[in-house]
């Protein structure tokens, strides 16, 4: 599915006098279709609708040498709790000083020099813009106290979010390349995939500049490398971290780093690399819950976003597992998630219930996802028959909503470079957005 997208709601939005309006404004229409090579960025189209308005062993360390196993088998139920699908974690193959005016009287014009000098630095700061400062991004705490959400605007929209969508937010995905592989030319060169969720509140709409820092976000770990396409796939996915600030995502995990070993010497882990990012939806049609995305970055989709088993839009079943049952030998980890009483009795016998956001809070949560086929998220996005009758939209529109706005923001964050933004990160200091091995 390769291509660049294009989005005939920026067309829609700068040839339509009243696209400002209303919900007629809303990038609903067309939002997660081809982009076009458009350059609309009229206030109305920047806008999208009106409103009114929280030391673990790691996974590396655990799993770290079974990431290329045989499958196991667990028995799994993702419709009714109790059949036996079979879990694949197998491998995949220099400044310039300001010069002293001389005045009448002949005495150095000072005033001159100064405002010379306010000028250049005007000049630096603006140009450190297009590259992200660390220092001056890390999230800090507003007036208030509370995390600073940056583009995320609260609206008067919550009651109208179709009660199937469970969770909403931002995800990235990354992999990293093996020990000493800091260029990777297939995903045989992949040690492990990832997933970053940033959950935004129900209501919330998506306006310009970068996300916030809510300290919100989720680290899942793939330990099969890629995403499953089809539902013959089978995979296991881990809960890493939770509750993370960019400050922790950059220090514990995007970053290289060596490490010294007794046999082989200092050995070098190479920094995160970004493949995509996108808007996704924890989504329930009843007996069974569902993992949907669609893509925002990059703009087109390549070899290295294929072979992952990215597309422009996606989904998966999604089962958590029970932690009372062990699961397959080379899929196991020494803990599992602390989770309260409430939880485990919302297991009751079964080894497997549908994936609910809460579970994504607790370290060492395990969850099965398996493929529901290429591009194909109708599934997922099923309207329940008591939205339908109070009149709220349909999922898959509340997602194209999401999408419409994210699409709108990163072309106004310099394109796939908005990851880095987001990450309030260096673009300098990490691989760029890899497409093409």
């Not at 400044?95 to 000028?119: F, N, Q």
């Not at 995800?171 to 995903?187: K, Q």
């Amino acid at each position: 599915m390769a291509g660049t997208r294009s989005s005939s709601r920026l067309a829609a939005q700068s040839s339509s006098p009243s696209s400002s309006q209303g919900k007629s404004s809303s990038p609903k229409a067309s939002a997660g279709t081809k982009r076009k090579q458009d350059s609309d960025t009229s206030p109305a189209a920047k806008k999208g609708k009106t409103t009114s308005k929280k030391k673990q062993k790691t996974l590396e360390e655990t799993v770290g040498s079974n990431d290329a196993d045989q499958a196991g088998e667990n028995e799994a139920d993702t419709k009714n709790g109790d059949s036996k699908p079979r879990i694949d974690n197998s491998d995949s193959n220099g400044k310039e000083d300001a010069t002293e005016t001389p005045t009448a009287d002949g005495k150095g014009d000072k005033d001159v020099e100064m405002k010379d000098t306010i000028k250049r630095n005007e000049a630096e700061e603006e140009g450190s813009k297009k590259d992200v400062n660390v220092e001056a991004l890390d999230s800090k705490p507003d007036a208030s106290g509370e995390p600073e959400d940056g583009a995320v605007e609260p609206t008067e929209r919550e009651d109208e979010t179709p009660a199937s969508i469970l969770e909403k937010g931002i995800i990235y995905f990354f992999f990293r390349g093996r020990v000493g592989i800091d260029d990777p030319s297939s995903v045989d060169d992949i040690a492990r995939s990832y997933m970053v969720l940033r959950p935004l509140p129900h209501g919330a709409k998506l306006g310009e500049g970068e996300i916030g820092d809510a300290g919100n976000c989720r680290l899942l770990a793939l330990p099969k490398k890629v995403l499953p396409v089809s539902g013959k796939d089978r995979f296991m996915v881990f809960v890493e971290k939770t509750k993370m600030t960019f400050k922790d995502l950059k220090d514990s995990f995007l970053s290289a780093s060596d490490y010294a070993t007794k046999t082989a010497g200092t050995r070098h882990t190479p920094a995160a690399t970004p493949v995509g990012e996108g808007i996704y939806a924890i989504t329930t049609t009843g007996r069974e819950s569902h993992l949907a995305y669609i893509l925002t970055i990059p703009a087109e989709l390549s070899e290295v976003q294929q072979d992952i088993g990215l597309r422009e839009r996606g989904s998966f079943v999604t089962s958590t597992k029970n932690p009372k049952y062990p699961g397959p030998a080379n899929a196991n980890l020494p803990k599992g998630p602390d989770y309260p009483k409430d939880v485990l009795d919302e297991f009751r016998s079964l080894r497997w219930m549908p994936l609910q956001p809460k579970h994504l809070d607790y370290v060492n949560t395990q969850f099965l996802v398996i493929g529901e086929g290429q591009g194909d998220i109708d599934k997922a996005t099923q309207p329940q028959a008591q939205d339908e009758k109070e009149g709220k939209e349909k999922p898959l529109e509340e997602l194209e909503n999401l999408e419409g706005e994210d699409e709108i923001r990163v072309k106004h964050l310099n394109g796939d470079d908005a990851v880095f933004a987001d990450l309030h990160i260096s673009s300098k200091d990490y691989p760029k957005v890899q497409t093409t091995w």
